[in-house]
T-cell receptor, first 109, second 113 residues
Framework: LAKTTQPISMDSYEGQEVNITCSHNNIATNDYITWYQQFPSQGPRFIIQGYKTKVTNEVASLFIPADRKSSTLSLPRVSLSDTAVYYC??????????FGAGTTVTVRA | SAVISQKPSRDICQRGTSLTIQCQVDSQVTMMFWYRQQPGQSLTLIATANQGSEATYESGFVIDKFPISRPNLTFSTLTVSNLSPEDSSIYLCSGGQGAYEQYFGPGTRLTVT
């Protein structure tokens, strides 16, 4: 499993864009990058997944450079309800998920 | 997507007893996992629950302490045996067609006294 490194915490204000970068220097060829969001007292929730370049859905965008050694989750125009812990995971689809420490994002009014 | 429910949502158990947690998925899923999470910390994978075969345990977790059943593609149980205060934690199950997109239950909060 590729080891991931992400910031412990980030602060933002409502309406701003939040970008969380995750480093995964030893990512394997068949590994995908997946991000999860977790609110207090809830299980994690799948946000987005990608292999290379850019992926966008209704919630977030995921930017992956050509060397795939890092990835950036972008949350556009955050609101107070986006305050949560965000986890970056790297692995293959037939393998298990390994959660790192995660990034605590705090959105302030 | 899949909706996962867990029972019980919380329990207080005495030292030396066991607790069985049930995980129900509203659709058939290929993969199911069990995790443990201490408040304020990340998730630690306990085991992969395989349908029709024994579970695959992560380092530091053994079948005698955490027996798992997976009788079909929508249901699994985790038993935490011979409870000690160190077992106090939140236990979560997840399910999905692949490891990428897993759906998680709300968790079971266990307190051992």
């Amino acid at each position: 499993l590729a080891k991931t490194t992400q910031p412990i915490s980030m602060d933002s204000y409502e309406g701003q864009e939040v970008n969380i970068t995750c480093s995964h220097n030893n990512i394997a060829t068949n590994d995908y990058i997946t991000w999860y969001q977790q609110f207090p007292s809830q299980g994690p929730r799948f946000i987005i997944q990608g292999y290379k370049t850019k992926v966008t859905n209704e919630v977030a965008s995921l930017f992956i450079p050509a060397d795939r050694k890092s990835s950036t989750l972008s949350l556009p125009r955050v609101s107070l309800s986006d305050t949560a812990v965000y986890y970056c995971l790297v692995g293959s689809n037939d393998y298990k998920l390994s959660f790192g420490a995660g990034t605590t994002v705090t959105v302030r009014a | 997507s899949a909706v996962i429910s867990q029972k019980p949502s919380r329990d207080i158990c005495q030292r030396g007893t066991s607790l069985t947690i049930q995980c129900q998925v509203d659709s058939q899923v290929t993969m199911m996992f069990w995790y443990r999470q201490q408040p304020g910390q990340s998730l630690t994978l306990i085991a992969t629950a395989n349908q029709g075969s024994e579970a695959t345990y992560e380092s530091g977790f053994v079948i005698d302490k955490f027996p798992i059943s997976r009788p079909n593609l929508t249901f699994s149980t985790l038993t935490v045996s011979n409870l000690s205060p160190e077992d106090s934690s939140i236990y979560l199950c997840s399910g999905g067609q692949g490891a990428y997109e897993q759906y998680f239950g709300p968790g079971t909060r266990l307190t051992v006294t």
